[in-house]
């Protein structure tokens, strides 16, 4: 395995390589990601153990998604059972995904266990249990930093867990060796990824008020759910379509082949 670095201008590419690579398989790639999140949104009812179960699954359904735009760059239809390809890949592969799943479920509970000092849990309440979030809460300066301190805390163990799982699936390396080599291909292409990052934000946003001034011309306030849901689903799912394009440009590929996922 060997890093490459990419040149800044490789953030825009990544972004158009995963709008166009959802856009040759809308349905599948949406239906996809909504059983993803469905999961997810299951696991977590469960009392007590639900929310870290879901979130133990984030690393595993993250390379699912990685290994259908994989499959769909090569011009084939990626099925439901590509979800589980890091559960599918052998006894040693199987262990390292279940490692990195309990890794970031701890790191994100800490994450808002620290956050939750600031304001007494009401914002990690909001985020992990779906509570009740109203302007007046919104506003509150102690909700306000919480999120803050969240975000900026989350954001090395966004780093950590960015290229773990496709390491481990695709290089077969360690659960720690694949967090470290993660952090590090993030950090030596730094421009690269900061311009990802402002890429997808300028789309969610552009189109979050897109949707804004069309409800606004059409008059009608109780449309904007009807077009915000599907609109941003379909960003979301081209946003997770895009990690593939990130780590396949950071890492040169394997020496031996391994069975395509989901096959």
Same mark, same amino acid.
């Given at each position: 395995?060997?890093?490459?670095?990419?040149?800044?201008?490789?953030?825009?590419?990544?972004?158009?390589?995963?709008?166009?690579?959802?856009?040759?398989?809308?349905?599948?790639?949406?239906?996809?990601?909504?059983?993803?999140?469905?999961?997810?949104?299951?696991?977590?009812?469960?009392?007590?153990?639900?929310?870290?179960?879901?979130?133990?699954?984030?690393?595993?359904?993250?390379?699912?998604? !990685?290994?259908?735009?994989?499959?769909?760059?090569?011009?084939?239809?990626?099925?439901?059972?590509?979800?589980?390809?890091?559960?599918?890949?052998?006894?040693?592969?199987?262990?390292? !995904?279940?490692?990195l799943g309990v890794l970031y479920a701890v790191?994100?509970?800490?994450?808002?266990?620290?956050?939750?000092?600031?304001?007494?849990?009401?914002?990690?309440?909001?985020?992990?249990?779906?509570?009740?979030?109203?302007?007046?809460?919104?506003?509150?300066?102690?909700?306000?930093?919480?999120?803050?301190?969240?975000?900026?805390?989350?954001?090395?163990?966004?780093?950590?867990?960015?290229?773990?799982?496709?390491?481990?699936?695709?290089?077969?390396?360690?659960?720690?060796?694949?967090?470290?080599?993660?952090?590090?291909?993030?950090?030596?292409?730094?421009?690269?990824?900061?311009?990802?990052?402002?890429?997808?934000?300028?789309?969610?946003?552009?189109?979050?008020?897109?949707?804004?001034?069309?409800?606004?011309?059409?008059?009608?306030?109780?449309?904007?759910?009807?077009?915000?849901?599907?609109?941003?689903?379909?960003?979301?799912?081209?946003?997770?379509?895009?990690?593939?394009?990130?780590?396949?440009?950071?890492?040169?590929?394997?020496?031996?082949?391994?069975?395509?996922?989901?096959?």
């Open positions: 395995m060997k890093l490459q670095i990419v040149p800044p201008r490789q953030g825009v590419l990544w972004f158009k390589q995963g709008v166009r690579t959802f856009l040759r398989q809308p349905l599948a790639f949406t239906g996809l990601f909504f059983m993803f999140m469905a999961a997810v949104s299951l696991l977590s009812l469960l009392p007590v153990i639900g929310t870290p179960l879901a979130l133990a699954l984030l690393p595993a359904a993250t390379l699912g998604l !990685m290994a259908a735009t994989q499959i769909a760059e090569q011009g084939q239809f990626p099925m439901p059972q590509v979800l589980i390809a890091g559960f599918r890949a052998g006894k040693d592969r199987l262990r390292s !995904m279940v490692v790191g994100f509970i800490l994450v808002m266990g620290i956050s939750a000092t600031v304001d007494g849990g009401q914002f990690a309440r909001v985020y992990l249990l779906g509570g009740e979030l109203s302007p007046e809460v919104v506003l509150q300066g102690d909700f306000q930093s919480a999120a803050l301190v969240a975000m900026v805390l989350y954001l090395p163990l966004s780093l950590l867990f960015w290229h773990a799982p496709a390491l481990v699936h695709w290089h077969g390396i360690t659960p720690m060796k694949s967090l470290f080599f993660s952090a590090v291909a993030c950090l030596r292409n730094f421009w690269a990824f900061t311009v990802f990052g402002l890429v997808w934000m300028a789309a969610f946003l552009g189109v979050a008020m897109s949707v804004a001034i069309l409800v606004s011309l059409l008059g009608s306030p109780a449309l904007i759910n009807a077009i915000m849901f599907p609109a941003g689903l379909a960003l979301a799912t081209m946003f997770f379509t895009s990690f593939y394009f990130t780590f396949r440009d950071c890492f040169e590929a394997p020496a031996t082949t391994e069975p395509e996922p989901g096959a």
